[in-house]
């Protein structure tokens, strides 16, 4: 692949009447010359004063701005291998300009490098997502385009239909339409010293307002994945639409793919009343508001809800429900919606602790409030002198069942939060759902009235049924009203489980050594589990549920709704890395409950369990109910799951226990000099140091700054006496 095709810099490209141009650009993004690929609709020239829309298309694996694939699907852009299905043909017969951006990503100077867009896995500081508002501003400026949203969209091949999505999630305000040729649907991407893994089928929300489209390929090695995405995406994502074509993979399609984006320019979506955002950056600006945190772990920074009148906010490891973050600190700036230099009444409800505080903020000299949050999970309610209640949906519960088990009737009971200035009166729920085949045989519910910072669950449950048995995810709108006045409309979304047997012979590992397939068809020995190892889960144990199919034991993603489980919030869930045997990215999930220490012997634990059996590209989805009954006494030890150094000397851990912790200390040791050993008391109790109480992070403040690399002892005891010990080698601040 190489220098060659280097040659064409503002030279067009004569295969159409399209002009073609291969162009360059300094970014200060990158620091760094850019490469594009330009196609001018053929009277552009002859036509000053006419402006176009713009369609951004991202390429995939192996190749460039101007460099087909070398495994020899390209030809998108003029050649014949679509049978002049292509970019140019398409632009010569529309009147809409069309730019390739250059993924070229080499961690070294002029390396020859097939892997564009820094993604999966992260290997330098080029964030090319941050990299395209720049690229707009460019193109805005130097051609005539039609410089807003409604006239700007994205679309992609494999990877950069990855990007496409991805970069569309991130910037709704920038973009109208996004489509996506077979993107693969998972990466590793974010920050490169701490990134996350994103899955598309989890940011559904982020897609409010924009159109999106996914083309399939009935023989492309990553249709299985999109199959999945789709379960979720055709049932949550309002303006989605796909396609399946007989194809392996590529582009398929072309004129139809870019014509849906002609459309969506000439039936463009408004900005939402009410949005979503969901960022793995944690720094970050969508629909004017500016998000900025001291987050340094793989997380994700999520904003629901959102108006004039408040939002929720949360900091998370995962989607959709990993651990949340209480320790992040985040400043929220608004967008300029707000009376300039006036009180505002911020209502700020910790949902998890329950806790109300109230307080008076000014607004800035542009209309903007800033609101100071940590990363648990808060519902924020902003009022003006006016006084009147502002009503939300606060949670729901699943009644008479472990979970919503679709094809069944399922009754919710809702909790509901005033976060206004005034008591809400002869308040009325009304619930819906915009998704086909959902029958709601109860849809309403009362309660009498709720004080401000009040959450209180509604009178009656909502009842309804999700007529699918193999639906996976319904959508569902809550319609508040109070004094028959006002009027608010939260919409939420119901995890469905289907109705499946029973799984016999789990085995349970819990500080033991099993042979487990991993890697989709390979296996390995691994320690698995914290606990006594004797393969019975006793109170105070973290362990795997697995379960032997086809010869191997298989590792299992479980869901629970039972209190005795993961009790302080720490949901514990890793990846098991497929891309080494189906190429395409994705990994099986698999979890590692914590068992209360509070929790009785004889009590029954009810898990769906999944697993994936290996059969690519269309692998299995095993799915069943397990049963473990808890036995014993709490023996197991509190163990610390990481460990780092943070500015200020701040020394934090978080452990995994199934209890309360009574003694909790660190030692460290210079690496080069053991005999100047450092000895802290940690707490979690948020004082001298530590960030947030109750998050099972504990913390301390070293004495003096510390040079050199550093070892890392940490001993803790528990309330039963088990004590448990824990090493890791750090690395002072100023070295990372």
Same mark, same amino acid.
């Given at each position: 692949?190489?220098?060659?095709?280097?040659?064409?810099?503002a +030279?067009?490209?004569?295969?159409?009447?399209?002009?073609?141009?291969?162009?360059?650009?300094?970014?200060r993004?990158?620091?760094?010359?850019?490469?594009?690929?330009?196609?001018?609709?053929?009277?552009?020239?002859?036509t000053?004063?006419?402006?176009y829309?713009?369609?951004?298309?991202?390429?995939?694996?192996?190749?460039?701005?101007?460099?087909?694939?070398?495994e020899g699907?390209?030809?998108?852009?003029?050649?014949?291998?679509?049978?002049?299905?292509? %970019?140019?043909?398409?632009?010569?017969?529309n009147?809409?300009?069309?730019? !390739?951006w250059?993924?070229?990503?080499?961690p070294?100077?002029?390396?020859?490098?097939?892997?564009?867009?820094?993604?999966?896995?992260?290997? &330098?500081?080029?964030?090319?997502?941050?990299y395209?508002?720049?690229?707009?501003?460019?193109?805005?400026?130097?051609?005539?385009?039609?410089?807003?949203r409604?006239h700007?969209?994205?679309s992609?091949?494999?990877?950069?239909?990855?990007m496409?999505?991805?970069?569309g999630?991130?910037?709704?305000?920038?973009?109208?339409? /996004?489509?996506n040729?077979?993107?693969?649907?998972?990466?590793?991407?974010?920050?490169?010293e701490?990134?996350?893994?994103?899955?598309?089928?989890d940011?559904?929300?982020?897609?409010?307002?924009i159109?999106?489209?996914?083309?399939?390929g009935?023989?492309?090695?990553?249709? @299985?994945?999109? @199959?999945?995405m789709?379960?979720?995406w055709?049932?949550t +994502?309002?303006?989605?639409?796909?396609?399946t074509?007989?194809?392996?993979?590529?582009?398929?399609?072309?004129?139809?793919?870019?014509?849906?984006?002609?459309?969506?320019?000439?039936?463009?979506?408004p900005m939402p009343?009410? @949005?979503?955002h969901?960022?793995?950056?944690p720094?970050?600006e969508v629909w004017?508001?500016?998000?900025?945190?001291?987050?340094?772990?793989?997380?994700?920074?999520?904003?629901?809800?959102?108006?004039?009148?408040?939002?929720?906010?949360?900091?998370?490891?995962w989607m959709?429900?990993?651990?949340?973050?209480?320790?992040?600190?985040?400043?929220?700036?608004?967008?300029r919606?707000?009376?300039?230099?006036?009180?505002?009444? %911020?209502?700020?409800?910790n949902?998890?602790?329950?806790?109300?505080?109230?307080?008076?903020?000014?607004s800035?000299?542009?209309?903007?409030l800033?609101?100071?949050?940590?990363?648990?999970?808060?519902?924020?309610g902003?009022?003006?002198?006016?006084m009147?209640?502002?009503?939300?949906?606060?949670?729901?519960?699943?009644?008479?069942?472990?979970?919503?088990?679709?094809?069944?009737?399922? #009754?919710?009971?809702?909790?509901?939060?005033?976060?206004?200035?005034?008591?809400?009166?002869?308040?009325?729920?009304?619930?819906s759902s915009?998704?086909?085949?959902?029958?709601?045989?109860? #849809?309403?519910?009362?309660?009498?009235q709720?004080?401000?910072?009040?959450? *209180?669950?509604?009178?009656?449950?909502? /009842?309804?049924?999700?007529?699918?048995?193999?639906?996976?995810?319904?959508?569902?709108?809550?319609?508040?009203r +109070?004094d028959? &006045?006002?009027?608010?409309?939260i919409?939420?979304?119901?995890r469905?489980?289907?109705d499946?047997?029973?799984?016999?012979?789990?085995q349970?590992?819990?500080?033991?050594k099993?042979?487990?397939?991993v890697?989709?068809?390979?296996?390995?020995e691994k320690?698995?589990?914290?606990?006594n190892?004797?393969? !019975? /889960?006793?109170?105070?144990? #973290?362990?795997?549920?697995?379960?032997k199919?086809?010869?191997?034991?298989?590792? &299992?993603?479980?869901y629970?709704?039972?209190?005795?489980?993961?009790?302080?919030?720490?949901?514990?869930?890793?990846?098991?890395?497929?891309?080494?045997?189906?190429?395409?990215?994705?990994?099986?999930?698999?979890s590692?409950?914590i068992?209360?220490?509070? +929790?009785?012997?004889?009590?029954? %634990?009810?898990?769906?369990?999944?697993?994936?059996?290996?059969?690519?590209?269309?692998?299995?989805?095993?799915?069943?109910i397990?049963? /473990?009954?808890?036995?014993?006494?709490?023996?197991?030890g509190?163990s610390?799951?990481?460990a780092? *150094?943070?500015?200020?000397?701040?020394?934090?851990?978080?452990?995994?226990?199934?209890?309360?912790?009574?003694?909790?200390?660190?030692?460290?040791?210079?690496v080069?000099?053991?005999?100047?050993?450092?000895?802290?008391?940690?707490?979690?109790?948020?004082?001298n140091?530590d960030?947030?109480?109750?998050d099972?992070?504990?913390?301390?403040?070293?004495?003096?700054?510390?040079e050199?690399?550093l070892?890392?002892?940490?001993?803790?005891?528990?309330?039963?006496?088990?004590?448990?010990?824990s &090493?890791?080698?750090?690395?002072?601040?100023?070295?990372?």
């Amino acid at each position: 692949m190489g220098l060659g095709f280097f040659f064409l810099w503002a +030279c067009p490209v004569l295969e159409s009447e399209t002009k073609i141009l291969d162009l360059k650009h300094g970014s200060r993004v990158f620091g760094e010359d850019r490469n594009y690929r330009i196609f001018l609709p053929p009277r552009y020239e002859a036509t000053p004063e006419k402006r176009y829309p713009v369609i951004y298309f991202f390429h995939g694996w192996g190749e460039r701005y101007n460099v087909p694939t070398r495994e020899g699907a390209g030809g998108y852009d003029s050649a014949d291998d679509y049978h002049g299905d292509n %970019i140019a043909r398409f632009v010569e017969q529309n009147e809409v300009i069309v730019v !390739k951006w250059d993924g070229y990503n080499p961690p070294t100077p002029g390396g020859i490098y097939p892997r564009p867009y820094n993604i999966g896995p992260v290997e &330098t500081d080029r964030q090319f997502p941050f990299y395209f508002p720049e690229l707009v501003q460019f193109i805005d400026s130097n051609y005539r385009t039609i410089a807003d949203r409604d006239h700007r969209g994205i679309s992609g091949l494999s990877m950069g239909g990855f990007m496409s999505f991805w970069v569309g999630g991130k910037y709704p305000h920038l973009v109208g339409s /996004v489509s996506n040729f077979m993107g693969s649907p998972e990466f590793v991407v974010g920050p490169k010293e701490f990134p996350a893994e994103y899955l598309h089928t989890d940011m559904y929300r982020n897609y409010e307002g924009i159109r999106t489209r996914l083309v399939l390929g009935s023989r492309d090695f990553i249709r @299985w994945y999109h @199959w999945q995405m789709n379960k979720v995406w055709d049932y949550t +994502c309002s303006h989605y639409e796909h396609e399946t074509f007989d194809w392996d993979h590529g582009t398929p399609g072309m004129a139809k793919q870019l014509s849906f984006h002609m459309n969506a320019f000439a039936h463009p979506l408004p900005m939402p009343g009410m @949005w979503h955002h969901i960022d793995v950056y944690p720094t970050f600006e969508v629909w004017g508001y500016s998000v900025a945190s001291d987050r340094r772990r793989p997380g994700f920074t999520i904003l629901e809800d959102v108006t004039a009148s408040g939002f929720r906010s949360s900091v998370q490891e995962w989607m959709p429900d990993g651990q949340r973050m209480p320790s992040v600190h985040l400043n929220i700036t608004t967008d300029r919606m707000y009376a300039k230099k006036a009180a505002y009444r %911020i209502v700020d409800v910790n949902l998890r602790t329950r806790e109300s505080l109230v307080h008076e903020l000014k607004s800035d000299e542009e209309g903007r409030l800033h609101i100071n949050l940590d990363g648990d999970l808060h519902e924020v309610g902003i009022s003006g002198s006016e006084m009147r209640p502002i009503l939300t949906l606060a949670g729901f519960t699943i009644q008479d069942g472990h979970w919503a088990m679709a094809g069944k009737e399922l #009754s919710v009971k809702v909790d509901l939060l005033n976060k206004g200035r005034a008591i809400a009166k002869q308040i009325v729920a009304t619930l819906s759902s915009p998704n086909p085949g959902v029958t709601i045989r109860v #849809s309403q519910t009362r309660l009498e009235q709720l004080a401000p910072g009040q959450i *209180l669950p509604s009178r009656s449950p909502l /009842v309804l049924q999700v007529q699918d048995a193999a639906r996976e995810m319904v959508k569902l709108e809550l319609t508040l009203r +109070c004094d028959g &006045t006002d009027t608010w409309r939260i919409p939420f979304e119901i995890r469905l489980f289907p109705d499946v047997p029973s799984l016999e012979s789990p085995q349970i590992a819990d500080g033991r050594k099993f042979r487990v397939q991993v890697g989709g068809n390979q296996t390995e020995e691994k320690h698995l589990g914290i606990g006594n190892g004797d393969g !019975k /889960v006793n109170p105070g144990e #973290s362990f795997l549920v697995l379960l032997k199919d086809q010869g191997e034991f298989h590792l &299992t993603s479980l869901y629970t709704a039972d209190p005795y489980v993961s009790p302080v919030g720490l949901n514990l869930r890793y990846s098991d890395y497929w891309g080494s045997y189906d190429h395409v990215g994705g990994s099986a999930k698999y979890s590692m409950p914590i068992m209360s220490s509070g +929790c009785p012997p004889g009590h029954e %634990i009810v898990f769906f369990a999944e697993y994936w059996l290996p059969n690519a590209p269309e692998h299995i989805i095993k799915r069943g109910i397990v049963k /473990v009954r808890v036995q014993g006494e709490d023996r197991t030890g509190p163990s610390v799951r990481w460990a780092e *150094l943070s500015a200020g000397n701040l020394l934090e851990t978080q452990i995994i226990e199934g209890g309360a912790v009574k003694i909790f200390k660190a030692r460290l040791n210079r690496v080069n000099n053991l005999a100047l050993p450092i000895e802290i008391l940690l707490n979690d109790n948020g004082m001298n140091g530590d960030k947030a109480a109750g998050d099972r992070i504990y913390s301390g403040s070293l004495p003096d700054a510390i040079e050199g690399a550093l070892h890392l002892v940490v001993d803790a005891v528990d309330e039963f006496g088990n004590q448990g010990s824990s &090493t890791f080698d750090l690395q002072p601040v100023s070295a990372r």
